[in-house]
């Protein structure tokens, strides 16, 4: 039935390349995973999807692209000021790829546009950091004392009981239901933790901004943006686990690398899905049941 | 991931038809009240009037279950000291909850109340003393759309 379906839109054209065929799948494979920002998407990009996923005559169709363009144009915008940054990527790198199979541009064109797109998607996380008080300490500090995500690494960092942290999460909850101005609450932690967190945020802010240089103004046989890249996704996406991100941005890269480098990328890409590990959660675990 | 740790706070109180005024505890859900959490995570991050006016009409249309309010010993002493003055207001805080019948509200102490007021605030964190503070920043009122209907 949906092979029928599919024959209805049969303008097929079978890949340029391996290359081409390697970007497109992989590509396929992160909407399939995280391309959805609901179920109103979520239906149509699992079926429409895996379906060229299925079918190789269908990976490079470029009405199927259109269509997924469309739909993720669509669904996004409903939800703009809701949906996480790099959903917003994804749908310039789908909308990348359609531009490029319905003028039939040269595989190069890809490549160009995508190590572009890294340049420019770094450039404006630095910027828009500095203009919004990155600059200044407590960013860093703040997300790991309030963020559930990073409180057992803030208690194996400091030696701040486990108790404590969990104490200043409820504090800051039950501060939200108060209908009083300017309450607050003192949060537990230390200075060392204070300074040596504001330490990474600087540290973070100039390597995002060394690697935007990299990708705008590098040769795009340059290997040494490349390995900044890898560097990047590895040491942010394992404290930080946002795999949607690092999943685009290693297709990206991909896209936009030489041969050589090309299989760092993907062993990359492989290496991060382990982030959704609870990593904390086990070590936690293992440090506390023995 | 968000650049800051600015983030808008919706902070809701509800007026029942005896003159009381009560904390409402707004939180996504999928089984009582049916606030999505995409609906609440949309307001948190870009509350317009419309949301806020359509949060506040799910609130007055459902029932509201009351839960002990433990209020945190590392408030700040100002905030403490008008809590300490109205106990009976801070001591209680009220969950949205759908329930079968109102004889089963009834039992569980569960009210309604006639409008609320949804005051939006700015809560941040601050490294100076490593506080967590919120700020006022605008308020609505929500009445029962069955009232504006009569």
Redesign the interface.
């Known amino acids: 039935m949906a092979y029928r379906i599919l024959s209805l839109v049969k303008f097929n054209v079978t890949p340029n390349s391996s290359f081409e065929d390697l970007i497109l799948k992989f590509s396929l494979i992160l909407l399939v995973l995280d391309g959805s920002t609901?179920w109103g998407l979520d239906v149509f990009m699992r079926i429409i999807c895996v379906l060229m996923l299925a079918f190789n005559k269908y990976t490079s169709n470029k009405f199927l692209w259109l269509l997924i363009a469309i739909l993720l144009l669509f669904f996004n915008s409903l939800?703009f000021?809701?949906i996480?940054?790099h959903k917003i990527l994804f749908v310039y790198w789908v909308l990348l790829i359609t531009v490029y199979l319905w003028t039939n541009k040269d595989i190069e064109y890809l490549r160009l546009n995508s190590k572009l797109l890294i340049g420019l998607v770094m450039f404006f996380?630095a910027f828009?950091?500095i203009i919004?008080?990155?600059t200044?300490?407590?960013?860093l500090?703040?997300?790991f004392?309030?963020d559930g995500r990073f409180m057992l690494i803030t208690h194996f960092i400091t030696d701040v009981p486990y108790q404590e942290l969990l104490?200043n999460r409820?504090?800051?909850a039950?501060?939200?239901?108060?209908?009083?101005?300017?309450?607050?609450?003192?949060?537990?932690?230390s200075t060392y933790m204070?300074n040596l967190l504001?330490t990474f945020q600087i540290f973070g802010l100039i390597y995002e901004g060394l690697v935007a240089s990299l990708f705008l103004f590098s040769k795009k046989e340059s290997v040494i943006k490349d390995i900044a890249l890898v560097t990047f996704c590895v040491g942010t996406y394992f404290i930080?686990p946002?795999i949607g991100?690092s999943s685009i941005l290693l297709i990206l890269g991909i896209s936009q690398s030489n041969v050589k480098f090309r299989k760092y990328y993907i062993f990359t890409f492989i290496l991060l899905q382990f982030i959704i590990v609870p990593w904390q959660e086990l070590i936690f675990y293992f440090k506390n049941s023995f | 991931?968000f650049?800051?740790?600015k983030r808008a706070?919706i902070?809701v109180?509800g007026y029942a038809s005896n003159g009381d005024s009560l904390?409402i505890?707004v939180v996504a859900s999928n089984l009582d009240v049916p606030i999505s959490k995409?609906f609440l995570?949309?307001t948190n991050?870009?509350p317009t009037k419309r949301k806020l006016e359509k949060l506040g009409h799910l609130i007055v249309n459902s029932h509201l279950s009351p839960v002990k309010?433990?209020?945190?010993n590392?408030?700040?002493s100002?905030?403490a000291a008008?809590?300490q003055r109205n106990q009976r207001f801070?001591d209680t805080?009220y969950l949205p909850k759908y329930y079968q019948s109102p004889e089963i509200a009834k039992s569980e102490n569960a009210i309604k109340v006639d409008s609320v007021k949804i005051?939006l605030?700015e809560?941040?964190?601050?490294?100076e003393?490593?506080?967590?503070?919120?700020?006022?920043l605008d308020e609505i009122q929500a009445a029962k759309l069955v009232d504006k209907l009569k």
């Open positions: 609901g939800q000021y809701n996480d940054n996380a828009q950091k919004n008080e990155f200044v300490p407590g960013f500090h703040g997300s004392l309030i104490n409820n504090s800051t039950t501060l939200s239901y108060l209908p009083i101005n300017n309450s607050n609450v003192t949060l537990t932690s204070g504001y930080f946002v991100f | 991931m650049s800051t740790n706070n902070t109180v904390i505890k995409s995570s949309s991050n870009f309010l433990e209020i945190p590392n408030i700040d100002t905030s008008i809590i801070y805080i005051t605030y809560t941040d964190f601050f490294e003393g490593f506080l967590f503070k919120k700020r006022f």
